[in-house]
C-alpha cells in the first residue's frame, strides 16, 4: 500500500517562469525563517533567510516573504531554471533561547520543464 | 559544498545492531546538530551539541546519543536498531549555538533491515 509522506506537494513550471512555493508555519514565537534547497541523494542546501523584523528580503534570483499575521511564509524564484529543480525545505526557528533547533515542513518538489 | 563532512555515505545493519555515524564541522564552527530525515519527510532534530555538551534534545529516545569532540566534530550513536531507524542522518553546523544559520552535510543513509 501507499505510505504517508511519500507523495510530496509539486510545482511543475515551465524554464523562464517565475515559482513561488507557500510554507505555512506552527510557532507564534519564531523569529527566524530559513529556505532550504535538497536535491536527490544531498543534505538541504541555505538558500535565503529572513528574521521576524522583517517582511521580504531579496537573494540573486530568490526572494522570501514573510507574513506574520498569518503565519505564512513563501520563496519566489523568478526565471525558474532547470537546475532550480529540488525539494524545497522551508525551516523555522521555535526561539527557544538555547540552540539553533529547526523545525522543518515536508518540502516542496519543484520540476522544471524545459 | 558547506564544509561538513559526514561518513559514511551509506550503511546497512540489522535489527537490534548498533551504528556509529561521524561528522567534521565547517572550520570555524562550534556547534553541530543532527537531525533525521524519513523518506518524504522533512528532517527531524535529534539533538545539538555545543562545547562538548549536548544543550538541546528533540523526540527521540535515550539510544540515540551523541558526543563532540574537542576539535568539535561530532558522532551519533545509534544502539538497539529498529526498522524505523532507517532514515538519511543529517549532520549540521554552526557558529555558535543560537539562532545561527545551518550548514548541512550531505548526510549518511542508514538502512535498517
Known amino acids: 500500500g501507499e505510505s504517508v509522506g511519500l507523495h510530496l506537494p509539486t510545482l511543475s513550471v515551465q524554464e523562464g517562469d517565475n515559482s513561488i512555493i507557500n510554507c505555512a508555519y506552527s510557532?507564534?514565537?519564531?523569529?527566524?525563517f530559513i529556505w532550504y534547497k535538497q536535491e536527490s541523494g544531498k543534505g538541504p542546501q541555505f538558500i535565503i533567510d529572513?528574521?521576524?523584523?522583517?517582511d521580504k528580503r531579496q537573494g540573486q534570483r530568490v526572494t522570501v516573504l514573510l507574513n506574520k499575521t498569518v503565519k505564512h511564509l513563501s520563496l519566489q524564484i523568478a526565471a525558474t531554471q532547470p537546475g532550480d529543480s529540488a525539494v524545497y525545505l522551508c525551516?523555522?526557528?521555535?526561539?527557544?533561547?538555547?540552540?539553533?533547533?529547526?523545525?522543518f515542513g515536508t518540502g516542496t518538489l519543484l520540476a522544471v520543464q524545459p | 559544498e558547506t564544509g561538513v563532512t559526514q561518513s559514511p555515505t551509506h550503511l546497512i545493519k540489522t535489527r537490534g545492531q548498533q551504528v556509529t555515524l561521524r561528522c567534521s564541522s565547517q572550520?570555524?564552527?562550534?556547534?553541530v546538530s543532527w537531525y533525521q530525515q524519513a523518506l518524504g519527510q522533512g528532517p527531524q532534530f535529534i539533538f545539538q551539541?555545543?562545547?562538548?555538551?549536548?544543550?538541546g534534545r528533540g523526540n527521540f529516545p535515550p539510544r540515540f546519543s551523541g558526543l563532540q569532540f574537542p576539535n568539535y566534530s561530532s558522532e551519533l550513536n545509534v544502539n538497539a536498531l529498529e526498522l524505523d531507524d532507517s532514515a538519511l542522518y543529517l549532520c549540521?553546523?554552526?557558529?555558535?549555538?543560537?539562532?545561527?544559520?545551518?550548514?548541512f552535510g550531505s548526510g549518511t543513509q542508514l538502512s535498517v533491515l
Open positions: 549540521a553546523s554552526s557558529l555558535d549555538s543560537v539562532n545561527e544559520k545551518l550548514f
Open positions: 510557532n507564534s514565537a519564531s523569529d527566524y
Open positions: 529572513i528574521r521576524s523584523n522583517m
Open positions: 525551516a523555522e526557528n521555535p526561539s527557544d533561547g538555547a540552540t539553533n533547533k529547526l523545525i
Open positions: 572550520s570555524g564552527h562550534n556547534t
Open positions: 551539541y555545543y562545547r562538548e555538551e549536548e544543550n
